[in-house]
């Protein structure tokens, strides 16, 4: 006791048993001194000196930010363990913190947490936090320590590193009610909505109620904690909602929810598929009616009404627009229909159907998908028309006079040959060759897609190329006497089911303007088709004499002036 005999000195009595030995020590801020003595024996004082010679390693300060002696939380709840840790003595490195619970079962770290946190490296004077998510999991009272080191720690004068919080205690509480879904502010687009929530408690669950602005709407009397439970709810108008859950437990413990807000959108979804594009000739012939129909679904939440219907031929961003525009009703979860007509041409008839156009915008109808608006079908119209019939009669062959020079009874034909081609050709029948062979015999197989281009019939199933070859060689090939002249290696196919009447391709070589010997589709040479008479014979269309089959194009293969084709008979 007393002041110290100099300057930054001080004394103190320490109370001993003569021959004791004691440790004393003294530190300031950064420093620390030192000393063991043994007490006298003798009678008097026994002095020591402490001298500051030794520097202060890291030293944690421990102080907690809760929660604290006796606190109180309801089960289920979610609290944080925090302190703040400052380091005192000198720069630390490698600090950490670590909690301890007594009693795990009634309050525990969540999950993704752990015990022991790294808290880095921290300078003296400075602080770090560590936090711990928890949870309140079972009725009863537990105490937790946090205790905190560093690597660069030294001789611990403070003994402030260690601090304990006790009875920390979990009791029954209130129900916690969360909402799932719909998502606060979330829009929905229709009219009955599913609510879904979550009542969490340790006991149980007497009721649940939902409440929209405010007002109640319904109670639940069977609920089941701890898992989803929904509530759902019908006839609500477009606009703007809010919601909340209350739920009572077991012990009357009343718990709500937060209350969440969404926006009431329905809307029509409007949508034509290639199978709902129908035709009601499914194979025409060129120039025929056909009546194509659309039967629009709607698969929203709303009733669609004055619903635009257009229909094209080809894709609507080029095609043509069949007819006007079509306006129809689709009722929500039903469809309607309607049709228009337009005249089939030879080749694929791909027809378009937009709903509620224009493509590509939200059209006059707002729609929950505007994806589905527009779809195709292909109508396909082949070019092959058939001329069947019977040739016989009486031909006569007079003079100026009317004498009757030769009378010739037609009543046996067979052996004949019918010859088809555009009427405005002029045939040189004394110089007709086989399609597909060259004037000296070679083979040509470009002769067919040649023709097929000159025709227009290259994008028709029909096309000359896929009837008369296969691998890009002739299907089968015949010989026909014309005029007494016998053409080989002539392409022929049946002309319609059966091996009774075949139909061939030839070509006039007195049009070979450019000399090249080959037909092309430079020169354009007459085409002719041709048949042999096969007296009353069964075709695909009765007992006759012949039956050929020939690209209704024909008729505009050399110009338009006849829009027709002319039919040869060579009898024998």
Known sequence: TGPPTFENSYDIN?????????????????????????????????ITNIYFLLQRGSEANVSLKGPFNHSVFNTSALFNITANITILGADATSCGATLSIVNES??????????????????????????????AKAIGSSNYTITSSCATDGVILLFLNTASVFNVTVEQGAPVVNLSSPADLATVSQFNITFAYNVTTTSSVSACSIYFNGTLNETDSVVTPNIEQNFTIGDFGNGDYSWNITCVDGNDYTGASKTFTFTVQAKPDLGITSANITFDVAAPIENQSVKVTAN??????????????????GNYTLGVQIGSDQSINVPIDSSNATNVSFYAQIGYNNIFVVVDPPAGTSGSVEESDESNNIANNTLSVVSSQYIAGN??????????????????????????????????????????????????????????????????????????????????????????????????????????????FRTGILWDTSDDDSA??????????????ITTINIRSQGAYGLYDYEIRIPATLRQYVGASADAVSIYAELR
């Not at 770290?109 to 921290?122: A, K, P, R």
Request: net charge negative; hydrophobic share 35%; aromatic share 8%.
């Open 14 to 46: 320490v109370m001993g048993i003569d021959n004791e030995t004691i440790v004393i020590r003294s530190w300031n801020a950064t420093h620390y001194g030192q000393n063991i003595t043994n007490l006298s024996i003798d009678p008097g004082d026994t």
């Open 106 to 135: 009634v309050y525990n770290i969540t999950s993704g947490e752990t015990f022991t946190q790294n808290l880095g490296d921290i300078s003296r004077l400075d602080s770090a936090l560590a936090v711990w998510e928890s949870s």
């Open 296 to 313: 629009v679904s709607n698969t929203g939440t709303l009733d669609a009404t004055n619903v635009v219907v257009r229909f094209y031929r």
């Open 391 to 500: 040739l016989t009669g009486s031909l006569t062959l007079g003079d100026s006079t009317g004498r009757t020079l030769i009378d010739w009874e037609v009543s046996n034909t067979s052996g004949s040959n019918i010859y088809v081609a555009d009427s405005d050709s002029t045939i040189s029948f004394d110089d007709l060759q086989a399609l597909g062979r060259s004037t000296t015999g070679a083979i040509e197989s470009n002769d067919f897609e040649e023709l097929d281009i000159l025709i227009n019939t290259t994008n028709v199933t029909d096309s000359i190329v896929s009837l008369y070859l296969e691998g890009g060689s002739p299907r089968e090939l015949s010989t026909f006497s014309i005029f007494g002249k016998a053409i080989e290696n002539v392409s022929i196919i049946n002309s319609t089911n059966s091996t009774n």
């Open 516 to 529: 090249n010997e080959v037909f092309d589709e430079s020169d354009e040479e007459d085409v002719v088709f």
